[in-house]
Every structure is written in C-alpha cells, then in structure tokens.
C-alpha cells in the first residue's frame, strides 16, 4: 500500500497564492507520475497538473497553465504545486494521485486539501 497525504491548502484572497505538497509513504517504489486533480463543490474531479518522472514531462489543465506549477522528487516520492494568481474559481478540494505505470490507471489517491480562494 501507498498512502498520499496532502497539505498546503488554506484560504486565501484572489490574486494570492499557496503550495501544495504531497508526500507519498509506504511500500513505495519510484512512480511513473505523480497528478493533482481537484474538485469543487457539485462539480466532476478534474485533472489540473501531473507530472512524468521519466523525462520531467509536465502538464497542466488550460484553466491553470501559466498560473500553476508542478514540481517535485521522484525520488523523494514528492509532487508540490506552487499556485499563483489565485481566482475564486481555483476554490475545491485538491488531490494527489499516483500513478505507478503508463498503462496503469490512478492506483493511489490522497485524503484531498481544501483550498478556498475568497473574492
């Protein structure tokens, strides 16, 4: 088993920003990626970052590009999400997950951090 624990979250003013963290524990082994999604109140669980260990490849939802940054250590079992220029619309709860393979779906997901940005 793999447990994700998320943290960072917060309330914040529109325009500011906040880092999210997430730290995998447990019988770890190096991921293929490690995903942010986020959910909103009445609304689907989309995808807005991730990232591809092998070649650093990174990608971003078009609501966030430009505004978001996903980093982190493969080897650390780490993935951070760095959130600038925050609108109220960015308000959900945010999850991390991980993915060990290419043809693997997300096998493990963390609790979700709340982030809530105020107009």
């Known amino acids: 088993q793999v447990q994700l624990v998320e943290s960072g979250g917060g309330l914040v003013q529109t325009g500011g920003s906040l880092r999210l963290s997430c730290a995998a524990s447990g019988r770890t082994r190096s991921s293929y990626a490690m995903d942010w999604f986020r959910q909103a109140p009445g609304k689907e669980r989309e995808f807005v970052a991730g990232?591809?260990?092998?070649?650093?490849?990174?990608m971003y939802a078009d609501s966030v590009r430009g505004r978001f940054t996903i980093s982190g250590d493969n080897a650390k079992n780490t993935v951070y999400l760095q959130m600038n220029s925050l609108k109220p619309e960015d308000t959900a709860v945010y999850y991390c997950?991980?993915?060990?393979?290419?043809?693997?779906?997300?096998?493990?997901w963390g609790q979700g951090t709340q982030v809530t940005v105020s107009s």
């Open positions: 997950a991980w993915k060990s393979g290419i043809y693997t779906g997300y096998e493990y």
């Open positions: 990232v591809r260990w092998s070649g650093g490849r990174t």
